[in-house]
């Protein structure tokens, strides 16, 4: 098997601007309800603060081994990266994908809004390495990292540990209020990725960073095509679809072509009061046993706190 020292590395970031008008509009053509477009709950799915620049500074600094870095996006650009002579000097490994890219032979399931679906074309981005590292716009990484972190001698880590399903999944769907019943679908989709592979547990993933190999998505898609197209025709989240990167575990665990972690090495934040994000970011700071940080919800901080986390990742990566 490849050692992890000599395999070649790329990273994905799905990315959106929610804050676009132009997107808005475009969104909201294909809402049934007008009024979900405000929801708070929903809006934080597309909505960001710019956290995508230190997502990518992140990788630059923290995981010099990673060849190219690719940001899936729909005919937008992040604001870092629009003097495009600038970008090709600063940041020459860094490359927007569209999502017509992905989408070539499935095109009637565009315009999408559906992080879903997106994860699942993310193999189909050209020239990508049959290794790559999924992230989303608000991971980070916060120290030194290296190839073993995330492939030994060619396999995924996989951070995490096994969970039971959900056996309330009607219970909480019916009972959680708007904001609850987001997390509900999360945790439904990540059940379905087992169920689909014959798991009567889940492999539970987290908010960092997913090491994937691309020939394993290849080889499941081309036998269950139909397990693909199901879940990319949702232009907004159902509670029939399944997590790409999960199900990507799933099938890894029932080959044994994996390495399983039980360290989750990461600083998670998702409620933003002074007491959690002062002790997170001390411990993001000055613990160099954490690799990861996840800024969830970063959208939703308040102003003061805000100005806070910027200039800390301000200070960080640049």
């Not at 995508?52 to 650009?77: H, M, P």
């Not at 916060?142 to 995924?156: A, K, Q, S």
């Amino acid at each position: 098997m490849e050692e992890s020292k000599e395999i070649v590395i790329d990273a994905i970031i799905t990315w959106v601007d929610g804050n676009d008008p132009v997107h808005k509009a475009k969104m909201s053509n294909y809402l049934s309800d007008k009024s979900t477009g405000s929801n708070t709950s929903f809006r934080t799915l597309f909505d960001q603060v710019n956290e995508i620049e230190f997502c990518v500074k992140s990788i630059l600094k923290y995981a010099k081994f990673v060849r190219n870095i690719f940001i899936v996006t729909d005919n937008q650009t992040p604001g870092f990266l629009k003097d495009k002579e600038k970008a090709k000097e600063n940041f020459p490994n860094v490359f927007i994908i569209d999502h017509k890219t992905i989408f070539k032979g499935n095109e009637q399931y565009l315009p999408t809004f559906n992080s879903l679906s997106i994860e699942t074309l993310l193999f189909k981005v050209p020239d990508l390495a049959e290794h790559f590292i999924y992230f989303n716009d608000d991971f980070f990484l916060i120290n030194e990292t290296t190839p073993n972190d995330f492939f030994i001698n060619g396999l995924p880590v996989l951070r995490g540990k096994w969970m039971p399903h959900n056996k309330n999944i009607v219970k909480n769907r019916i009972f959680s209020n708007k904001k609850e019943k987001y997390t509900v679908l999360y945790r439904k989709a990540k059940d379905t990725s087992s169920k689909i592979l014959g798991f009567d547990k889940s492999f539970n993933i987290h908010h960092s960073p997913h090491p994937i190999r691309k020939s394993t998505l290849v080889d499941f898609f081309k036998k269950n095509e139909a397990i693909l197209l199901q879940n990319i025709k949702f232009k907004f989240r159902h509670e029939d679809q399944y997590i790409l990167q999960s199900l990507a575990n799933h099938i890894e665990l029932k080959n044994n072509t994996c390495i399983q972690e039980k360290k989750l090495a990461i600083v998670y934040m998702k409620s933003y009061t002074f007491f959690k994000t002062f002790k997170k970011f001390t411990r993001a700071k000055y613990n160099k046993n954490y690799l990861f940080m996840c800024l969830q919800n970063l959208d939703q901080c308040d102003a003061k706190k805000l100005v806070f986390i910027k200039k800390w990742l301000h200070k960080k990566y640049n």
